[in-house]
Protein backbone atom coordinates (compact mmCIF):
# COMPACT_ATOMS: atom_id res chain seq x y z
CA UNK A 1 0.00 0.00 0.00
CA UNK A 2 1.15 3.40 -0.39
CA UNK A 3 2.39 5.88 2.34
CA UNK A 4 0.60 8.45 2.71
CA UNK A 5 2.21 11.95 3.07
CA UNK A 6 1.44 14.74 5.98
CA UNK A 7 1.95 18.58 6.25
CA UNK A 8 1.80 19.99 9.60
CA UNK A 9 2.01 24.11 9.58
CA UNK A 10 2.38 25.79 12.47
CA UNK A 11 0.86 29.10 12.35
CA UNK A 12 1.69 30.55 15.70
CA UNK A 13 5.57 30.31 15.53
CA UNK A 14 7.91 33.19 16.07
CA UNK A 15 11.37 34.07 14.58
CA UNK A 16 13.87 32.93 16.81
CA UNK A 17 12.29 30.49 19.38
CA UNK A 18 12.59 26.57 19.80
CA UNK A 19 9.59 23.83 19.07
CA UNK A 20 9.36 20.45 19.89
CA UNK A 21 7.27 18.53 18.26
CA UNK A 22 6.58 14.59 18.61
CA UNK A 23 5.19 12.97 15.53
CA UNK A 24 2.54 9.82 16.40
CA UNK A 25 1.48 7.83 13.87
CA UNK A 26 -1.67 6.48 13.63
CA UNK A 27 -3.35 3.17 11.76
CA UNK A 28 -6.33 2.82 9.77
CA UNK A 29 -8.06 1.88 13.23
CA UNK A 30 -7.26 5.16 14.80
CA UNK A 31 -4.63 3.10 17.02
CA UNK A 32 -1.95 5.21 18.12
CA UNK A 33 1.39 3.60 16.99
CA UNK A 34 5.09 4.35 19.09
CA UNK A 35 7.04 7.72 18.88
CA UNK A 36 10.35 7.46 17.16
CA UNK A 37 11.32 10.35 17.13
CA UNK A 38 10.66 14.36 17.82
CA UNK A 39 11.54 17.46 15.57
CA UNK A 40 13.11 19.91 16.81
CA UNK A 41 12.29 23.34 15.07
CA UNK A 42 14.78 26.83 15.47
CA UNK A 43 12.46 28.70 13.77
CA UNK A 44 13.88 31.45 11.56
CA UNK A 45 11.49 31.50 8.21
CA UNK A 46 13.32 29.62 5.05
CA UNK A 47 16.36 29.33 7.47
CA UNK A 48 15.00 27.57 9.99
CA UNK A 49 17.06 24.56 11.68
CA UNK A 50 15.17 21.39 11.64
CA UNK A 51 16.92 18.15 13.81
CA UNK A 52 15.07 14.27 14.19
CA UNK A 53 16.01 13.22 17.19
CA UNK A 54 15.38 9.91 18.15
CA UNK A 55 13.00 9.16 20.83
CA UNK A 56 14.51 6.65 22.81
CA UNK A 57 17.57 8.27 23.27
CA UNK A 58 15.74 10.88 25.17
CA UNK A 59 15.10 11.62 29.02
CA UNK A 60 11.64 13.25 27.34
CA UNK A 61 10.69 15.14 30.65
CA UNK A 62 14.11 16.59 31.18
CA UNK A 63 14.79 17.44 27.62
CA UNK A 64 10.99 18.75 27.05
CA UNK A 65 11.24 21.06 29.72
CA UNK A 66 13.67 23.24 28.47
CA UNK A 67 11.40 24.47 25.99
CA UNK A 68 8.39 25.15 28.05
Known amino acids: ?10 TSAKSGQTYIYQVIPVNQDDVDGEITQIVRVLFRGESSQVNFIPYSSLDDEAYLSRYD
Open 1 to 10: SKLKQFEFVD
